[in-house]
């Protein structure tokens, strides 16, 4: 098997057109019904058989923790056109109603996250705004098991909880506990769902990974942007330092990590790490990035998929930074093409298909299990290290 596949939230979301059709509208439920601009349930359902038999099992981005934002207003303004109205609180698709949010626990006088040092606020107010649902109920846990237990009956392999740090790992916990085993057409019977968790934990804050290991992988913000740091040179670092990578950079332990070079976020200069992440803007850094990371034992790896946007900084600030996936003016996605090279067109990165990261997934594969082993360096930026007996690889970041 060389990819398993994160796609983007499935679920009804609201429609945004000021600016026009962002990809953090995708981050906005309105409904857990499976339509979205990517499709229907049908072509849902469709997306998952046919990867499932080629081996390349989904996991979906949950976003359970909120709804849409706060002023979105009332309408069919979604993509499913199902009604909503954010200032009542009433999302009769799911259902959803004032009762099932959390506006009477949060503290502060905006009802927005204004501390992060205050871990009540960060879990019980909103996220820019975000109507914050009350997931000690259990009404509101039914609703979100359902959605999720849905999906695993369609046949996907596991969650990335979107927001985890926003949400009390013990009520994560309640409705984690009560998802189904996956789908036996396609999975061992008893086989628990993947899960892993958004945690943005880069230490100064209220709020630690560890406390949301007990639910399953934790996203190791730290990871991307400490290699960041590394692979461009910044601050004296040298690739030599990398030889106790991992646990040895206070990362959480390696069986709980998942780890990245960038993600969707901060390729963006949003969520966590700061101005080090490599991203595809920066070709020749990111191959050796993500290739060191593919090599290196430490972790559950995911890379990136990405689609290019028109960037344009004012004050070192892209103010493009919202623009959503290659599409018609309608709003609808266009299709990837791929290239004669096998990478992919019409406005989309695909840096799996990247032949240097392509290679570099069969050689994860190849190595699994086997110890980090013979390292060397040149004192510099030159190093190589052995998995076993199955993989030698060498990296020359020296300007020679």
Not at 15 to 24: A, C, G, K
Not at 317 to 326: K, L
Request: charged share 20%; net charge negative.
């Amino acid at each position: 098997m060389l990819f398993n596949s994160q796609i983007s939230p499935p679920n009804e979301n609201l429609v945004i057109t000021t600016p026009w059709r962002p990809w953090w509208e995708r981050y906005q439920p309105v409904s857990y019904k499976l339509c979205t601009r990517s499709g229907n349930e049908t072509e849902f359902k469709d997306m998952v058989n046919r990867c499932n038999k080629v081996g390349v099992y989904i996991y979906v981005d949950a976003v359970v923790n909120h709804m849409c934002g706060a002023a979105a207003g009332s309408g069919h303004h979604s993509t499913c056109g199902s009604y909503f109205d954010s200032h009542k609180r009433d999302f009769p698709a799911v259902p959803y109603s004032g009762w099932d949010f959390n506006d009477g626990k949060c503290r502060t006088a905006s009802g927005e996250i204004e501390n992060y040092n205050d871990l009540e606020q960060v879990r019980n107010c909103r996220l820019v705004s975000l109507l914050d649902l009350a997931l000690e109920k259990d009404y509101v846990r039914s609703r979100v098991v359902e959605y999720m237990n849905h999906l695993i009956d369609i046949g996907v392999a596991g969650f990335r909880i979107d927001a985890s740090k926003h949400m009390w790992p013990g009520d994560m916990k309640a409705f984690l506990d009560k998802l189904k085993h996956l789908n036996t057409e396609w999975f061992a019977e008893g086989t628990r769902p993947f899960i892993f968790q958004e945690v943005i934990d880069q230490g100064g804050e209220a709020i630690s990974s560890s406390e949301y290991f007990g639910n399953g992988r934790v996203t190791e913000f730290k990871y991307g942007a400490k290699l960041g740091t590394v692979i461009r040179k910044w601050h004296g670092e040298k690739m030599t330092y990398l030889k106790n990578w991992g646990e040895g950079w206070s990362f959480m332990p390696s069986d709980k990590a998942i780890v990245f070079v960038d993600n969707h976020d901060n390729q963006r200069s949003h969520g966590g790490g700061g101005a080090s992440i490599l991203t595809f803007w920066d070709s020749r850094l990111y191959k050796m990035g993500v290739g060191f990371m593919l090599a290196h034992p430490y972790g559950f790896t995911r890379i990136m998929s990405s689609f290019s946007w028109p960037r344009y900084f004012e004050n070192g600030e892209d103010i493009n930074s919202w623009v959503g996936p290659p599409s018609y003016e309608d709003g609808s996605i266009k299709s990837v093409t791929i290239n004669p090279d096998t990478t992919c067109g019409n406005g989309w990165i695909c840096e799996h298909r990247w032949r240097q990261i392509r290679n570099m997934v069969i050689f994860r594969n190849v190595v699994d299990g086997q110890p980090f082993t013979n390292w060397w360096d040149n004192n510099s930026n030159q190093v190589a290290f052995g998995r076993g007996n199955q993989g030698f690889i060498v990296f020359n970041n020296d300007d020679w």
